[in-house]
């Protein structure tokens, strides 16, 4: 099955997407595509045709997705809680991703027409180191891509992203690039894995469990959450319709929470900033009274300076992510 299907709605799907679309639309909708073992269990068939099922349905959800003009879509694909299962799942779901992403690289035109790019989210050191590979090629390859976007949480929990978010930071400290005191919540949200995208504004997970599994929860906090009861194997377009919907009802006062959560963000950093220059004057000084010119001087001044060591430590972190799928891409990784 093609990670991206081809196809237009029907007459009546056409019509309901364009009603949604004179409403405000979400512009990245995350999915934790919940339910295949349930699924498979229904239909008394393997566990391995659920989630074959389950991969199914994300390739007819993405091509919905298009149509509505959702241009970024991140799934959850495989928690790092999921290798507590038994050896013979886990050992199913590596082979199924192999088989997957083997086929998307045969994809490349389609792919291409349609400007996919696919990022794969998670410690990927976790998994088999052929799977790796056949990941890497995938990033690499759509890396150019920008009209739209697939995020794939692999091998991944929300705890541990944010735990290697503060690494990442305690990594640029060390390596001289930035200063503890540049570490902030702001910082930590561009160490993220998603930190190329903009954080959801609609999370839905199936299946009818009400919790998020450890999955995007520094990201969604001002999303818009909606769990809805159907399998994902049986998920359908009415279903995505209806939480785009509930989305349409609460956006006003998710727009609202997300201006007041950036501008508490711009008064700690303002804060900071003043806290910085401060002891800086201080010791400059030796404790003489400095004049507000002089101090809006070096505020302005400190400000721009630690905007330049954030944006060069940014840089070398996604440098660093770049080289990591390139070398699994070289020959002595293969060898």
Excluded at 15 to 29: D, E, F, Q, S, Y
Excluded at 204 to 214: A, K, M, Q, W, Y
Excluded at 245 to 257: G, M, P, R, T, V
Excluded at 302 to 312: D, F, G, L
Aim: aromatic share 8%.
């Amino acid at each position: 099955m093609s990670w991206i299907r081809e196809g237009e709605l029907s007459l009546l799907e056409r019509l309901t997407a364009n009603v949604l679309k004179a409403g405000p639309m979400p512009k990245h909708v995350a999915f934790i595509m919940d339910g295949n073992r349930r699924y498979a269990q229904k239909r008394h068939v393997e566990r391995q045709e659920g989630h074959t099922q389950g991969f199914d349905k994300l390739a007819e959800t993405l091509r919905w997705c298009l149509n509505l003009g959702i241009h970024e879509v991140t799934v959850y694909a495989f928690s790092i809680e999921n290798f507590k299962r038994s050896k013979e799942e886990v050992g199913g779901l590596m082979e199924l991703a192999k088989e997957k992403f083997l086929r998307l690289l045969d994809e490349q035109e389609n792919l291409e027409k349609h400007g996919v790019c696919i990022r794969v989210l998670g410690d990927l050191t976790l998994l088999p180191e052929d799977l790796q590979r056949h990941i890497a090629k995938a990033v690499v390859s759509t890396r150019a891509h920008n009209k739209c976007f697939l995020n794939v949480c692999f091998a991944y929990t929300s705890r541990h992203e944010i735990a290697n978010a503060v690494k990442e930071m305690a990594w640029g400290v060390e390596q001289g690039l930035i200063k503890s005191s540049d570490v902030s919540e702001a910082l930590l949200n561009e160490c993220l894995y998603t930190s190329s995208s903009p954080n959801p504004d609609l999370l839905i997970r199936t299946s009818g469990e009400v919790r998020l599994s450890d999955f995007l929860l520094w990201q969604t906090s001002h999303s818009c959450i909606v769990f809805q009861s159907i399998l994902w194997p049986e998920y359908s377009f009415w279903n995505l319709c209806e939480a785009i919907l509930q989305y349409q009802q609460n956006h006003h006062a998710i727009q609202k929470a997300r201006e007041v959560h950036r501008e508490g963000q711009a008064v700690q950093q303002l804060e900071s900033d003043h806290s910085c220059v401060a002891e800086l004057l201080q010791h400059r000084g030796n404790g003489k009274p400095v004049d507000p010119q002089c101090r809006q001087t070096a505020l302005q001044s400190y400000a721009a300076s630690r905007e330049e060591r954030v944006q060069r430590f940014i840089g070398a972190l996604q440098q660093k992510r770049d080289t990591f799928f390139d070398h699994l891409l070289s020959p002595t990784a293969v060898a």
